[in-house]
């Protein structure tokens, strides 16, 4: 038995080792992937005739039209990693062009796809409708089990991220029933406009022995369904709602699509994803992926001196946070008041009037930006510039910028091309003048209403398009133009996770659960295993001096809350702990980037444990960190570890104690590693290398 401790209560421990084994019979297996069978998909849908998407024109599917339209095909080197292929589809009589783009890895098993459909003629397009940018078909015999595994999306609850599987037959109890057929498909899909509102749009088709893992890159609201034949298990879907016809000279574009090769096991999937997504779609600072910062998170609402003097005392005390977070309520003509929070304040009621509140700031931000800068400090600063309320100075200034109202709430049109210029200027303006490092975009209502008053009959579809794609617009702007800024991407929490936003921004704010006081810790442990399967980069929070509280918002960054602001920050945290704290994240925040491995199957259940690895076999190091909540009777467990090797020796230290011993790769593998937890609540940390 491999053990930190000699006197652990064997019952217990055996009782959690098959509670793992069973929960996880897949972690083991090989690391390597094959990237044939994506080079072999990129091959066929790319020299078919359009069978890997659909729309309806008129009465016509597009199977029956495509051929015969003019094709034409092209393919070149992006770089040593990528290929672009081109395949476009012209209707010679009404000037229709669809472009297919898409881009194939070489040093990943992995395809992705994005189509751009424009009208090329002098006239206006016929009605196309249910335009989808994957309809594709993958051979399965009808005996062989097929299985979807996807995860809720953030909706400020408790399970938020919260994993699952759908069997789309045969049913694991009863092989002649639970058919997933075209009749009766399974439906994934996002609620009101915001992408990860819902369900998270990433999916792993399990089909046996292999599969594909699947993501969506689409700010808006979507749809995939899921099916079987005889022969195959079908994929189908895109946005929600398209009925259009394009003017002339006008062009749209349509959700991205990844689909990803693994093999063996599904969690060989999630970890390849993982990978991809950090090497390809992620954001980057000069030249570099960016890192998830440390931030301690105040009040924008406070005065100016009171920021100033937090900056100044987390330099003065050396402790290793990378920016300080000024949220919402710095804005607008508000009462100035001590002890304003987010609840006692009318914060939201000026949203559209985006100057500083002179109560609070009456120079301006930019002597903060200064003396954060002047102390090795970032800055990060909250905006909802999509949300514009009644009454504020952007409906005077602005009115045919914005859609609505719907309510109190107007929408910042971003489908209008000079209002987004208006508001790239402004912004790039604000960034630049006050050194603001991060820029944190929240987005705190559903624009489904906006969009849907907006778009005539014949033009179902097109506010969202515009929108969606001005969007990425305007990110791409304030990157281009502001080179070393961080964008955050909220929206009422994650509700805004997707593969084209990662890929321009970081999620820091996974869910609004964590915007009361004493918020749920299991919570903010079952965001970390749930959306760490999918998404490598965000931030949990910590809103205490407590240790099992800081652990359980381990990741590749952290915030640090204060809710109620105080002059003296030492009041809420101490130096000691923070030292001790950060100084442990420092040590294994480089682990966050490997290999995810869940050591127990996701639950948030008070009297169950959390426990998960991280491994970076490029360092052959990673951490093991496991957290018993409140009410667990038990006192030990013994998971097995993935990724390592069972040649190899590894040394393995306890955090805590400074503990140090060696065991071989088999054992770890095979036999696990004991972990003992006293105090309920509890965690323990461990970190290993090879010898």
Known sequence: MISFRSFMSGVLILVLAAITQEAYPEMAGSTGHDKEPAKQLANEIFNAEGTFFSFLSGEKKSAEIIPTWKTERSEK???????????TFAEPQSGLVIQGEAIQYTDFPAIEWVFKIRNEGKEPTPILENILPIDLGFPLSREKKAKVRYANGSECRLDDFAPFVMSLGPNEDDPQAGWIGEKNPFRLESKGGRSSCGRLPFFNLDLGTHGWMVAMGWTGDWFMEFYRTEAEVRMRGGMKKTHLSLHPGEEIRTPRILLLHWDNQPIEGHNQLRQFLLKHHSPQINGKRAEVPIGLATWGGNYIKNHIEHGKWLADNQLPFDLLWVDAGWFGNDEAKEGANVFNSQWGAFVGDWHPNPGYFPDGLAPLGNSLKQN?????????????????????????????????????????????????????????????????????????????????????????????????????????????????????????????????????????????????????????????????????CCD??????????????????????EKNIQK??????????????????????????????????????????????????????????????????????????????????????????????????????????????????????KI
């Open 77 to 87: 080197s992006l770089d040593e990693n990528r290929k672009q292929l081109i395949l």
């Open 376 to 540: 090795g400090l970032g800055f990060l600063l909250w905006l909802e510039p999509e949300r514009v309320f009644k009454g504020t100075s952007w409906t005077r200034d602005h009115p045919d910028y914005l859609l609505g109202p719907v309510g109190d709430n107007c929408l910042f049109n971003l489908g209008n091309p000079e209002a987004r210029r208006m508001l790239a200027d402004f912004l790039a303006d604000l960034i630049q003048k006050n050194g603001l490092t991060c820029y944190r975009q929240d987005f705190n209502m559903d624009p489904r209403p906006f969009w849907d008053a907006a778009d005539a009959p014949d033009r179902i579809g097109m506010a969202e398009i515009n929108h969606i794609t001005g969007l990425y617009a305007l990110w791409d702007e304030l990157l281009e133009r502001c080179p070393n800024l961080l964008i955050d991407n909220c929206s009422s929490g994650g509700r805004r996770i997707d593969l084209e936003s990662i890929s321009r921004s970081i999620p820091l704010w996974r869910s609004d659960v964590q915007c009361w006081p004493g918020f749920g810790t299991t919570a903010m442990q079952g965001q970390t295993h749930g959306l760490g399967s999918w998404v490598p980069l965000s931030s949990g």
């Open 544 to 565: 205490r001096e407590d240790t099992y509280v800081f652990r359980s918002a381990l990741g590749p960054g952290m915030v640090l809350i204060m809710y109620e602001f």
């Open 572 to 689: 809420h945290f101490s130096v000691e702990w923070f030292k001790d704290m950060l100084g442990q994240m420092q040590h294994v925040r480089p682990y966050f980037t490997g290999d995810f491995y869940p050591l127990l199957s996701f639950s948030l259940a008070e009297d169950a444990w959390s426990a998960w690895q991280f491994n970076r076999p490029d360092l052959n190091e990673g951490m093991i960190l496991a957290l018993r909540r409140p009410k667990s009777p038990f006192s030990a467990m013994q998971p097995h570890l993935s990724g390592l090797d069972p040649n190899g020796k590894y040394e393995l230290e306890d955090i805590d104690t400074g503990a140090k011993m060696q065991v071989q790769g088999k054992d770890l593998l095979e036999t696990g590693v004991q972990l003992q937890i006293d105090n309920q609540p509890g965690s323990k940390l461990l970190v290993y290398r």
